[in-house]
């Protein structure tokens, strides 16, 4: 009977399986860049190791570490197959009296540390540290040392010798950064296959949770309508879903423009709540704005424009005009996490009290956070609710078609305004089925 295998066709639980990331393979030398443990410590610590020194030993663990990785970022039928095809050239070329001509030498190296290797044991101990969820970092917060490593590099005199080739607006450039060579990448490859991942994204808020955070704090601003922290809450909440934005993107939303576009919401045909954001959007060059659209009432009841004029008034009240609509005391931008405590004690209460909203299994301040749960409950909502694709697309890639052109950011605000009331019935489509 024949023995399960993998897509690779290897023995599923067999013993090439079972020594993966353990040992190296005959032919791995042939497809990743490869020197022995000692040569780089030699390249790294300009001397041989000393025998008993717990130092050095840890060093050599965590370059066979570096080199495992390197070399298994390759499949085993992938080895097997390149030493099999050399084999084969290196008997014809044997035959035909060129044998050794046909490949190229694989050394000597340089006496220096050309591989990285040095980045990657950094990021090897860095990946033994404590994690957020886990006894170890992951990958994801790991990889970010060769970014930092590259950015160093080439502010140093010997990166500013990299070579620039351009043409017309296009730019590539040549580095010798270790980091971006083929061990390293490699390496990278290697590591992230045998670390994986542990993703925990936010678990979606669904239009139900949304009209009891709503009826809850309404119920609050009935008991003191001159709350300005509760009209903040509600309107941070009900952007954020309307709106399907990122937690970090809410608190950009402006309040000067807020309050210039406020009766022109009024007077259209469709009633809506038109929300500027203003500032440094990542991947775009000086401050920028976006103006993002809701309607007055959704589907399902929810009422951004209402609790966004509350809060327009608290803070009009206060000769308050200018400046962050999410804002504290002195007037500073608050951060998106400012509101992540208040919303997990509220979804919290609805997990007691409606238990077919929020199971009681779930671990609330886990599972849900101001980052991503609007943005993925509004999604998804919208989904369920039929809206189309393309209607999803261009409310939740508003930065990636501005960065498109699709937006043209040398108008004035109100010029883009004009162009937004072009589509608005189109734009509307989204908030309108939430």
């Known amino acids: ?17 079972e020594s993966r990331y353990l040992q190296a393979r005959n032919g791995d030398h042939l497809v990743t860049p490869f020197q022995c443990d000692l040569c ?23 370059i066979r570490r570096a080199n495992l990785d390197a070399l298994w970022s390759r499949e085993p039928s992938t080895v097997r197959g390149t030493l099999n095809m050399c084999r084969q050239g290196g008997r014809i070329a044997g035959g035909l009296g060129f044998r050794d001509q046909l490949f190229r030498p694989m050394g000597p190296h340089p ?17 033994l540290s404590p994690g957020k969820y886990d006894s ?34 296009r730019k590539m450039t040549v580095t010798k950064c270790p980091t971006y060579g083929e061990f390293f990448e490699r390496f990278m490859r290697g590591m992230h296959k045998r670390m994986g991942e542990i993703t925990r994204p936010d678990r979606a808020i669904s239009l ?34 309307c709106c399907a934005l990122r937690g970090e993107e809410v608190p950009l939303a402006d ?12 007077v259209h ?54 400046g962050p609509l999410f804002r504290g005391a002195q007037g500073q931008r608050l951060k998106a996490n400012h509101f992540e405590p208040a919303l997990i004690s509220k979804l919290e209460y609805i997990q007691e009290t409606k238990p077919d909203l929020i199971p009681g299994n779930v671990e609330v301040e886990e599972e849900y956070g101001v980052s991503r749960s609007f943005r993925r409950g509004a999604t998804s909502e919208a989904v369920n609710n039929g809206v189309k694709p393309d209607v999803i697309d261009a409310n939740n890639r508003w930065r990636k078609m501005h960065q498109a052109g699709a937006s043209r950011p040398a108008l004035s605000m109100r010029e883009h305004y004009t162009d937004v009331r072009l589509t608005l019935k189109h734009r509307l489509q989204f908030s309108k089925a939430l």
């Open 40 to 62: 780089h410590f030699r390249n790294l610590m300009q001397r041989d190791p000393v025998g008993g020194h717990p130092q050095d030993h840890r060093l050599l663990k965590m």
């Open 255 to 266: 309040l000067h423009g807020t309050i210039k576009y406020w009766d022109a919401g009024e």
């Open 208 to 241: 139900g949770i949304m009209v009891e955070l709503q009826r809850i704090l309404e119920q609050e601003w009935l008991n003191n309508d001159d709350d300005l922290r509760v009209a903040m809450e509600a309107s941070f909440y009900l952007i954020s879903f």
């Open 269 to 322: 045909e469709v009633k809506h709540l038109v929300v500027p954001l203003l500032g440094r959007f990542k991947g775009e060059t000086g401050e920028s704005y976006h103006l993002l659209c809701a309607v007055d009432v959704t589907s399902h009841g929810l009422e951004p424009r209402k609790w966004v004029g509350r809060l327009i008034q608290l803070l009009q009240n206060k000769g308050v005009r200018n």
């Open 136 to 169: 170890c970092m992951q990958f994801a917060s790991v990889r970010k040392f060769r970014s930092a490593f590259s950015n160093v590099y080439h502010a140093t005199a010997e990166g500013q010798t990299a070579m620039v080739l351009a043409k017309d607006i």
């Open 1 to 17: 009977m024949a023995k399960p295998t993998d897509e690779e066709g290897v023995e599923v639980g067999g013993p090439e399986e």
């Open 111 to 127: 006496l220096e540390d050309t591989f990285g290797m040095g980045a990657a044991v950094v990021m090897l101990q860095q990946s």
